[in-house]
Each structure stands twice: as structure tokens, then as C-alpha cells.
């Protein structure tokens, strides 16, 4: 049996880059840049003002102050997008509002709060230096120079810079299509009454919305019957709509043979089936040409912790993503953790972390069964207790992902 190191090292190792793709600009907001993004064109295109004022030549307001107030003429308005018809002359300013071209001659900006119109004529109080208040052509991003390169996320200031650089569509690695595939005959719907035997489906609710905080996209299949020829029938189609495919349920011992038994008819080659865990000790890997499966067990907070700990690296890497774990602190444990009879599995303990006088404290969010998702709500980090250490007492450190916070790592 794989311990978590070897799994996840197992899942990285099949984790292909997804083919490059063409998008729209707004559809690539999260992804990363398959290419460099090089201005096309001067931002800003032309010299421009940064304030509502006057354009005018520095030479002429050197002695203005309130005590000495220069007069200029205003020979005419230049709203943002339009263009000035004439030079700024000695002894003349064209008024001027934010983002308009600069007028030729003009070199200079006064805002008009240093200002008095009086007529045709502007009053000015206040001295300034040459090129106050003008945005300089291309001072953001000369043409033809590279702005982003290659393996850039997009976040929103990403996007804003390659659409003043003239991208209306970018090339990027696509989002992973994750297909979520949930098996089990007592399940019912989320807004049914669960009749005898039966319970509610959580984990394709939480699964999508794993996949989807992951940057990904669900393809959420309806409930996989409980027959072979279902089965079968689902995988292929997910086969064909996915990159990933979820699993969930049937992979624990009982019922696990016959997941396994239709992938391996199907050609799936089994890389691993179960790791040194808790939870999540009945996971399963596959591989069927460039897809990858994955067997999630049913439990609903071994699967949401086996989506955490490895799909969610395996999806991000495919996305060309390089930070791929979230931050890790040290800190102390409020509480006595034994391990008990699961010793010699690495143990993720549900935690809720406090920051007291500069030092994290980790609490556990109460009982820590696979089956209690609420210990999964309280949580804002998840602590791992290695494999060979059988407890931790109370107030000795251990390290805990920051589940919250974006990868770092
Ligand atoms: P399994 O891995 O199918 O043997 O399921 C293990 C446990 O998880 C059983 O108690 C199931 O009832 C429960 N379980 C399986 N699938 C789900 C699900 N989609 N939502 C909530 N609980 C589930
Ligand atoms: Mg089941």
C-alpha cells in the first residue's frame, strides 16, 4: 500500500498539460497563459492628461503663486476623445479633462483646483514643474514588449493588462472538464425525505463545488444505477466529456471489485487501489489513455479530503498551474490526538486555526469521523499527523495546510 507522499507523487507524475486552446479574453480569467503577451501598440497610445485642468507650457506659470497669479488664454475645450484643433502657444492654455491627448506645445497639466476661469481667461496659483500631470506615450507598456509570459494565472489585473494590449482572445491551458460519477443505492436528492435505509447525497454537491473552487469544470453525471452495464455505460460517456472522472463510492472493499472490474474491461490501467490514510484509505487510481480516474471513497469527508489532497493538485497541474499546495504552518494542538488502532497511516485532522499572540493554534472541529461533514464545515486548515507518530499531546506542534488560503507551494 502506497503511503501519501507515493500516492500523490503517482497522480503528479500522470498529470499532462490539457493542449493549449484559443479562448475569449473573458472566458480566461483564472487560467494560464500557453503564450507571451506582448503590447501591440503604445499603452498609453499618445500623451495624455491625468487630471481635469490646463494644458500649458511650464515656462509660462514658473512665478505663479496666489501673491502672483499668472493669466493665460484659453483658446479652446478637449474632452476625453477628442482632439485639440490647435498648439498651446506662449500665454495660452487649452482646457482639459482627464485622458484627453495632451495639445501639441503644451507640456504641462494644471489641475484646476489651482485655478480660476475668469471669461476666456484662466488664473493660475500654483507653480509646477515640467510634465506634471501628463501620462507619458507607451510609459505603461511600449509596443512590442513583452507584458506577461507564458505560465502567467490570469487574476483580474492579468486580464485588464492583455486587453490594453490589444488581446480580445489569448491562448491559455483549458479548464480540466472533471466528470463526477456518484454511485450508491441509498441515496436520495438533496431536498428529498430519505425513506428507510436511505440517506441524502452530499458528495455530488460538495464534489462540484471542489472541482469548480478548483478552477475547473463539473460535468456532473445523474446517479450511476447500480448495475454493471450502468456503470459501463456512465464511464464511457464520461470518457468522451471529461479529461478527469470522478468516482464516488463502491471503491471500499466489498463493493470495489466491480468498479475496478469494468474500468479494467474497458482497458483502465490500475496505478494504485488504497493508501496509508485516514481518511480516504480506499482510494483508487487509474489511467485510460490520457484520461485519469479517480476512485473516491464514499465516505463523505474521505472524499472531499481525497479531492483536496490530490485531485486538486493533479487538476491545477493539468491547468499549467505551478503552485500546487496550499501554505502549511506550524502549530500547536490544543487538544490530545491519538491515532488508536489506526496507527501507521498519516492521519488529516480537521483543525480550526487561531493566531494568540503571534503563535497559530490548531483545535480539532470535534469528532473526527469519516462520516462527520460537519467537521469538514468547522475547519479551516487540516493537520497532518504522520504515518509513524501514534498521538500528539496536548500543546506539541503539528503542521497544518491552510485549506482556506490560495497554493503557495
Ligand atoms: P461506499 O464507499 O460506497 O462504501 O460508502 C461509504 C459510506 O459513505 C456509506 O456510509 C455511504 O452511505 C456513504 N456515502 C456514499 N456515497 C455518499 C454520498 N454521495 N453522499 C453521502 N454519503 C455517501
Ligand atoms: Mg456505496
Redesign the pocket.
Known sequence: MLNIEEALKEILDYATLLAPVTLPLDEAAGLVLAENVAARGNVPPFANSAMDGFAVLAADIQQASESTPVCLHILEDVPAGSVATQPVRHGTAIRIMTGAPLPDGADTVVHVEVTRAEGSDVIIVLALKNGVNVRQMGEDMKDGTIVLTAGTVLRPSEVGVCAAAGYATVTVHPHVRVAIL???R??VDAGEVPGPGQ??????HSLRAQVAAMGAEPVVFA?VADTRAAVRSALEQALTQADVILT?????V??YDFVKDVLQEMGAALVFWRVKQKPGK?MAFWTLGSKRIIGL????V??MVCTEEYVRPLVRRMMGQTLLHRPVRTAILDERYSKGVDAGRTHFVRVRLQEREGVFHAALTGPQG??I?TSMALATGIAVIPEDTLFVEAGQNVHVQLTNLPEDH
Do not use: F, K, Q, Y
Open positions: 456518484t454511485t450508491g441509498e441515496l440517506i441524502r447525497d452530499a458528495n455530488a446517479r464516488n463510492g463502491g471503491v471500499s466489498g463493493d480506499p471513497p464514499g465516505n463523505p474521505s472524499c469519516s462520516g461533514l
